[in-house]
């Protein structure tokens, strides 16, 4: 059986920063690429970051150079790091690993940036 679950989640003023970390559990994860997503309010969910077995990072274009995607196999999590949030990164986030093709979701953590 496999399982995620987000936190770190909160309300941050614009130009601050959040730590997410998603805890996993299953022996499946470390052969997998580790994925963060996110789905603002009235929007469709999209892919921000995602981290290979082997450390490779790949970035939505609109968080690149300031959210930080990475893991930790020992302590099975997977940490987003998000510096300079903007307004437009208030969303639910949520941490995700594809399984045979089929995606598995933690139950997400709401990110609310302010003014």
């Known amino acids: 059986q496999v399982q995620l679950a987000e936190s770190g989640g909160g309300l941050v003023q614009a130009g601050g920063s959040l730590r997410l970390s998603c805890s996993y559990t299953?022996?499946?994860?470390?052969?997998?690429?580790l994925n963060w997503f996110r789905q603002p309010p009235g929007k469709q969910r999209e892919l921000v970051a995602a981290?290979?077995?082997?450390?490779?990072?790949n970035y939505a274009d609109s968080v690149k150079g300031r959210f930080t995607i990475s893991r930790d196999n020992s302590k099975m999590t997977v940490y987003l790091q998000m510096n300079s949030l903007k307004p437009e990164d208030t969303a639910v986030y949520y941490c995700?690993?594809?399984?045979?093709?089929?995606?598995?979701w933690g139950q997400g953590t709401q990110v609310t940036v302010s003014l």
């Open positions: 995700n690993v594809y399984i045979g093709g089929k995606p598995n």
């Open positions: 299953g022996t499946i994860f470390s052969l997998r690429t």
């Open positions: 981290i290979t077995t082997g450390g490779s990072t």
